[in-house]
């Protein structure tokens, strides 16, 4: 869906971006066949190229289901919007765009035989990838994590499980908190999702029923059942494979979590105002004010995707510049 461009930031100093590859030992040997050498895009905010002592925070920001890195580029419009929020007084950070797309989709950045642990080459692997190839503060304070829609679900998960590693979130729109009800299920979907037996054949099926197989991949891996090796919510399997799909829903996993989530310094969500994601963003916004754990909540004018680059620019960014440490 489009997004809107904010307008350009008059005066603002171009970043400088590179295109790197990061081989993730998470990733590697997964049954799906994805590479463990993933697609990464760093911004290197202005003037980090002449004072060669000065280090810098880093937010990694994780895209949506069905695209990557590169096409996140363009939905959220970087460097353009990071280029204006610094225009506009945020102090510098490094911003880092890593690629978690698959056959399927879309990672759901979590952790399964089947797909790769991409959790774990977000918190782990890329981590130290950036802290000994650029020169970033490396300290959980100045690590931020930011993502939207699938994404938004990365942050929130991986945040949960990690704040041994970030300092600050950032969940936009988040996708998939909830248990899946199994009445949600369509007959139709599920026996579209049946006769799918190559990953090939996955390419021609409809964007939510793709989803599906993503989860199943994602969440309920099978590594007896090649080629797809998934267990489908179908048939006399469909509660068995339900529990797993609830097992990684941050709502009903989020109080186990609880002590790590009062160590950040800052969360903040948001989600748009004709976003049907609203409802379970606003449940987990209740769930933090719950147990005492600051965090922001704002719903704004427009859809899922909508407004996302003009948040990145007047939102995030400055998010970030406010909440995480800068001292080297």
């Known amino acids: 869906m489009k997004t809107e461009l904010p307008p350009a930031v ?84 490094i911003v880092v765009l890593p690629d978690s797309k698959t056959v399927y989709g879309g990672s759901m950045y979590s952790s399964s035989a089947t797909t790769g642990d991409f959790e774990r080459f977000i918190a782990h692997d890329l981590v130290a990838y950036i802290d000994a190839h650029y020169r970033t503060i490396p300290d959980r304070r100045s690590r931020g994590l930011v993502g939207h829609s699938m994404g ?21 729109s988040p996708c998939c908190l909830s248990p899946r009800d199994a009445e949600t299920l369509k007959p139709e979907d599920l026996a579209a999702l049946e006769a799918v037996k190559t990953p090939e054949d996955s390419a021609r099926l409809p964007f939510l029923v793709r989803a599906l197989l993503a989860d199943a991949a994602a969440w309920s891996p099978d590594p007896k059942k090649p080629p797809l090796y998934v267990d489908l919510p179908a048939g006399d399997d469909r509660d068995r494979v339900l529990a797993k799909w609830t097992a990684n829903a941050p709502l009903a996993f989020i109080d186990q979590y609880i002590a790590g989530l009062k160590r950040y310094r800052a969360i903040a969500l948001d989600v748009g105002d004709q976003d049907g994601l609203k409802t379970d963003t606003g449940t987990l916004h209740d769930i933090l004010d719950t147990y005492g754990i600051a965090n922001t ?11 996302v680059a003009f948040r990145i620019q007047d939102h995030v960014i400055p998010f970030f510049s406010n909440t995480l440490s800068f001292e080297q």
């Not at 942050?155 to 936009?172: D, N, V």
């Open 297 to 307: 909540f704002e719903i704004y004018p427009g859809t899922h995707t909508s407004n």
């Open 10 to 93: 008059p005066g603002a100093k171009p970043v400088t971006v590179e295109h790197i590859r990061v081989h993730s030992a998470a990733i590697a040997g997964n049954l799906e066949r994805e590479s463990a050498d993933r697609d990464v895009i760093v911004f290197l905010p202005p003037g980090y190229g002449q004072d060669m002592k000065r280090r810098y925070p880093v937010v990694y920001a994780l895209h949506g289901f069905f695209i990557g890195a590169e096409e996140w580029t363009h939905e959220i419009h970087v460097p353009q919007t990071i280029e204006g929020a610094f225009a506009r007084g945020s102090r510098p950070v």
């Open 152 to 172: 938004g679900y990365g942050a929130a998960r991986i945040g949960m499980q990690h704040p041994e590693i970030f300092g600050s979130l950032y969940i936009m």
